[in-house]
């Protein structure tokens, strides 16, 4: 599966960028490491895109205490959800499409890191009493 469509391509073509967006796609994972594992954890917040069902997109903040994302496996991720202003765009997305990306930054040490999965949410996941307060926890593949 390719990181790229006919649109992205046609822009790598126009300012002379294939070469570099094919040497990142080459080196784009489909498996959390490590070192990504570590980093993952040791964020105190992220970034979070859903979709609904029309493809309207939605770009909420989520925090904890660092370690509140948990690298479970490398294709699993989990984090909890609580209550925040009772909206509930980002869960009731994901119950919808379960289209997620997430965005961990590192201001102190410039550093990113983006996944894109499946995600699911449950209220009775096996990890919700380790997160105390929490409402649903969510998994993404």
């Known amino acids: 599966m390719s990181l790229y469509e006919e649109s992205h391509r046609a822009?790598?073509?126009?300012?002379d960028s294939t070469r570099l967006a094919s040497l990142l796609e080459e080196m784009d994972g489909h498996e959390i490491e490590a070192p990504h594992k570590e980093f993952i954890e040791s964020r105190d917040m992220f970034w979070l895109a859903?979709?609904?069902s029309d493809g309207s997109p939605q770009c909420q903040y989520k925090g904890g205490a660092?370690?509140?994302v948990r690298v479970l496996d490398p294709?699993?991720?989990v984090f909890p959800s609580y209550d925040g202003n009772g909206r509930y765009h980002s869960m009731g997305n994901i119950g919808a499409t379960s289209k997620i990306g997430m965005l961990f930054l590192d201001f102190?040490?410039?550093?990113?890191l983006r996944l894109q999965g499946e995600a699911s949410v449950r209220t009775d996941d096996p990890l919700r009493d380790t997160y105390p307060e929490?409402?649903?926890?969510v998994r993404v593949h």
Do not use: D, Y
């Open 50 to 52: 859903t979709v609904n």
């Open 134 to 137: 929490s409402e649903l926890i």
């Open 75 to 77: 294709n699993t991720v």
């Open 66 to 68: 660092a370690g509140f």
């Open 11 to 15: 822009l790598h073509k126009k300012f």
């Open 108 to 112: 102190e040490i410039p550093n990113r």
